[in-house]
């Protein structure tokens, strides 16, 4: 079993198996010239959004401090948030995460 190497590797958290799983759909038809670290951002109302304004997550007021953002490359231990979004469905498929 072989883990997907994203173009996008979007996580929010100090172990890169953390990053969302087929980022590339979060990204679909987002033109490559830009970073694309600057096409996922936290909103101040807690939504992470994606290109094109696409609905990530949302995280609650009393985590937003501590989350560790994707620019972040050096923090000091202690306190941050980590997010797994590697098994996160997202997109047209968000519908996998409900059992009937």
Not at 31 to 48: N, Q
Not at 58 to 76: H, K
């Amino acid at each position: 079993d072989t883990k997907h190497v994203s173009k996008y590797p979007v996580y929010f958290s100090f172990t890169p198996d953390h990053a969302l799983r087929d980022a590339e759909k979060l990204f679909d038809g987002v033109d490559g010239a830009k970073d694309w670290r600057d096409l996922v951002r936290v909103e101040p109302d807690g939504w992470i959004v994606g290109p094109k304004d696409r609905l990530l997550l949302w995280v609650p007021l009393t985590y937003r401090s501590s989350l560790r953002l994707l620019r972040n490359t050096l923090m000091i231990p202690g306190g941050e948030m980590e997010l797994d979004l590697s098994d996160m469905a997202h997109g047209d498929v968000w519908q996998e995460c409900f059992v009937e």
